[in-house]
């Protein structure tokens, strides 16, 4: 009799995890993966690989190859939010896509980087492999420059795209577009900022963005910090990089979220220093957050 009762409350207990598993809701196990699909290592060790998205039976709903050539001028890229629910897949198109500088020259590999006009193509899927957005923009590679870059933010609900172009009546001159865009494709902001930017960031609520720039000062050319205040369309530009009484300091930024920055670096003569930040605080000069050249 005892055994019966122990069997049949075992039962029950199989019974309701059971239960449970099949109300869990369908999409916790979606996921997005990237993975190797072969390397091969003649002549050249090459790496293939998939963005994959996955069902939570492990069954594979979409694979997208990853695998670029500059000989052929491929290019595909994937990031993937921190959280694991979008993932920007982009990718520079053929030709027949140009369609505002047609009668420019098309990108090409030089040896020393890319050159030319190309469409760009972001596509921002969700864990389900469903496709949220799709947007071309027409970049301008130019040789040594950083011409693009991309990012999430860790929530998954903010896209950075930035991309170079050289003014036609002007030597050199850069213009930097920064775009965010929501999880719709509405571009939020679209800023050009004059001067070319690097190491873009931003935060993980998406709310600021940041990234290097270098402006001349007195014949040199000093590092200064670019951000932009998402909501607002505010952006701000300080001094990252200087001497007094010849005591040098430089400083680089990390984001936080609710519009926190995170500046480290400081004078090269001390040891490493740290400062927190908010975007409506930063001063025109960084130097003044690390306690002075003493």
Request: glycine content about 8%; proline content about 3%; aromatic content about 12%.
């Amino acid at each position: 009799m005892m055994q019966k009762i122990i069997m049949a409350i075992i039962f029950g207990l199989i019974v309701c995890l059971y239960a449970q598993n099949m109300g869990k809701k369908p999409d916790e196990g979606y996921r997005i993966e990237v993975v190797v699909d072969t390397i091969q290592k003649t002549p050249l060790v090459k790496t293939k690989q998939s963005l994959v998205f996955l069902s939570p039976e492990s069954k594979v709903i979409r694979k997208i190859s990853l695998d670029y050539s500059l000989d052929r001028l491929e290019y595909r890229r994937a990031i993937i939010s921190t959280n694991g629910k979008y993932v920007l897949y982009t990718e520079i198109l053929p030709k027949k896509e140009l369609r505002e500088h047609p009668k420019d020259e098309y990108i090409m590999w030089t040896g020393e980087g890319l050159s030319g006009w190309a469409p760009y193509r972001l596509t921002f899927f969700n864990k389900e492999g469903k496709i949220l957005w799709r947007k071309i923009y027409e970049v301008q590679f130019v040789e040594y420059a950083y011409d693009v870059d991309e990012a999430i933010s860790g929530n998954g609900e903010r896209v950075l795209f930035y991309y170079s172009e050289e003014e036609r009546d002007s030597s050199f001159m850069v213009k930097g577009h920064v775009i965010v865009l929501d999880t719709l494709g509405k571009e939020i902001v679209h800023i050009v900022h004059e001067g070319g930017l690097s190491f873009l960031q931003i935060s993980p609520d998406g709310k600021i963005v940041g990234a290097e720039t270098h402006k001349e000062l007195d014949g040199k050319y000093l590092k200064h910090l670019f951000f932009l205040d998402v909501e607002t369309g505010r952006t701000k530009i300080v001094k990252a990089e200087g001497e007094i009484d010849g005591k040098r300091w430089r400083a680089s930024f990390s984001l936080r979220k609710d519009k926190k920055i995170y500046l480290y670096g400081g004078w090269h003569h001390k040891k490493a220093q740290s400062a927190m930040t908010a975007y409506d605080e930063l001063p025109d000069d960084l130097s003044t957050l690390f306690g002075g050249g003493q």
